[in-house]
C-alpha cells in the first residue's frame, strides 16, 4: 500500500471490507470492531475480528434495505445501536429509525428492536449506555434535522421523551423560517457529558445545551456564517472539560476547496453562556484542494468511555489530508504532531479519510467514506 506522508503514525493493517469499503463510523467491542457503511454498495454494517490487527478479518456483514444507508453505530456493552436513514439523493422506499443489536456474541449481532421515524430518519447517534440516547433525525413535519431523546432502558421498546428544534424548523406546527434559503439550520449530534450536550447545527454553528431528565435546553449558540459568507456545515463539538474549552469542526461539503474555508475553531467556555473563539487550529500543509475529494477537518476522536481518553492528544479525520494527531496541552499553542495520509485505491481521485477510533491501548482505527475500508494504524510516539 501506498503511502503519502506518515510522521509519528504508522500502518498496523487494513481491511477493504470486502470490496464494500464506503465505511463510516466505528466502535470497538474488545477483539470486534463495528463499522457503519456509507451504503454506497447495499451494505449496512460490517462486523470484523481484530484480533491480530495486522490481518483483520470481515467475519459478517449485514446488508441495509433499499435506498437506504445505516452509516453511524454505537456501543455500550451489549447493545449496539445502528441509524437507518433515507440514502442521499435516492428514491422510495427506504428504512427509517433506529435498529438495536443484541452484541452479547460479539460478532453475531441479533436485533431485538427497532424504532421506526415517520420521516426519512435518523442521522448520527450519541449513545454511552445511561438511560438516554441522543440523535438528529429528519421526520415529517420538521424542516432538516433536528435533535430528538429517546428512552433506551428497554432496549427492545426504545420510546421518544422528547424532540429539540431551532425555532422556524416545526412546519407542521405554522413555524416558518426567517432565514434565508442559502442558510441550513441543521443538527448533526451532540457530545455529552454529564448534564451538558455540545452539538454542531449546520449553518447554525456551535450550541452547547442543559439537560434535565433527557430534555434539552439551549444555553448558548455561535454561529460563523456571516463571518466566513458561506455555509459552515458545522459538524462536531468535542468538550475539552480541563480546559474549559470546546472545538468544533465544520465539514467541507464540495470538492477542490469550492466552498467557504473550513477550520477547526477553538472556544473558551469558562462562561458556558458566552463562548468566545480564542483560535483555530493549524492546517496541514500541501496541495490538498488541487488534489481532488474533499479537503478539510470532519470528526475527532470522541473520548468516549473504554476508549482512549485525552484532553491533550486530539485525533481528528482530514477527509484528503488523511488523519491528523495535536498536541493540545497549550491551547495557546496547538500543534500538529502526527500525520497519516495513505493513497487512495484506483478509481479514486484522493484518500476521503472520515471517521476515528481509539481505543485504550491506543491502536487507530480510521475510515475512508469512498471504497478504501478501515485502516488500523499506531502511534509512534508515547500518547500520555
Known amino acids: ?30 477483539d470486534t470492531l463495528y463499522v457503519g457503511h456509507m451504503g454506497y454498495n447495499g451494505m449496512g454494517t460490517s ?29 455500550a456493552g451489549d447493545i449496539l445501536l445502528v441509524n437507518h436513514e433515507q440514502q442521499l439523493r ?50 415529517e413535519g420538521y424542516h432538516e434535522r433536528f435533535l430528538m431523546t429517546v428512552d433506551m432502558s428497554d432496549p427492545t421498546d426504545p420510546k421518544i421523551v422528547s424532540r429539540w ?49 433527557g430534555k434539552l435546553e439551549l444555553l448558548s449558540q455561535r454561529s460563523w456564517y456571516e463571518e466566513v459568507g458561506g455555509r459552515t456545515d458545522t459538524h462536531t463539538v468535542l468538550p475539552l472539560l480541563k480546559h474549559n474549552l470546546v472545538v468544533v469542526t465544520d465539514e467541507p461539503m464540495k470538492e477542490y476547496c469550492e466552498e467557504a474555508k473550513k477550520v477547526v475553531r477553538v472556544f473558551d467556555i469558562t462562561n458556558e453562556r458566552e463562548p468566545v473563539q480564542i483560535g483555530t487550529f493549524p492546517e496541514p500543509e500541501g496541495d490538498f484542494c488541487e488534489r481532488g475529494g474533499r479537503f478539510g477537518p470532519h470528526n475527532f476522536h470522541e473520548n468516549r468511555p473504554g476508549s482512549y481518553i485525552s484532553e491533550d492528544i486530539l485525533f481528528l479525520t482530514y477527509f484528503n489530508a488523511g488523519l491528523r494527531m495535536y498536541d493540545i496541552s497549550d491551547p495557546s499553542d496547538i500543534k500538529e504532531i502526527g500525520a497519516f495520509v495513505p493513497a487512495a485505491p484506483e478509481g479514486q481521485k484522493a484518500i476521503q479519510i472520515n471517521d476515528v477510533f481509539v481505543s485504550e491501548e491506543g491502536l487507530i482505527y480510521a475510515t475512508d467514506r469512498l471504497s478504501a475500508g478501515v485502516f488500523i494504524l499506531r502511534p509512534t510516539i508515547s500518547l500520555p
Open 47 to 75: 462486523i470484523l475480528d481484530v484480533s491480530d490487527p495486522a490481518n483483520p478479518q470481515v467475519v459478517r456483514q449485514i446488508p441495509i434495505a433499499e435506498n437506504t444507508h445505516s452509516h453511524k453505530v454505537q456501543l
Open 165 to 213: 428544534w431551532y425555532p422556524g424548523q416545526w412546519e407542521a406546527g405554522g413555524e416558518k423560517p426567517d432565514w434565508d434559503s442559502n442558510f441550513r439550520f441543521r443538527a448533526h449530534h451532540v457530545i455529552v457529558r454529564g448534564n451538558r450536550a455540545y452539538g454542531g447545527y449546520g449553518d447554525g454553528g456551535m450550541m452547547i445545551f442543559a439537560i434535565d431528565d
Open 90 to 139: 435516492s428514491a422510495t422506499p427506504f428504512s427509517a429509525g433506529l435498529a438495536v443489536y443484541d452484541v452479547s456474541k460479539p460478532t453475531d449481532p441479533v436485533q431485538i428492536g427497532f424504532l421506526p421515524i415517520n420521516g426519512k430518519g435518523v442521522h448520527r447517534i450519541w449513545w454511552a449506555g445511561d438511560q438516554y440516547a441522543y440523535f438528529s433525525v429528519r421526520e
Open 1 to 30: 500500500m501506498e503511502i503519502l506522508e506518515s510522521r509519528n503514525i504508522e500502518l498496523v493493517g487494513h481491511s477493504d471490507l470486502n470490496g464494500s469499503g464506503d465505511g463510516m463510523q466505528i466502535m470497538l467491542k474488545g
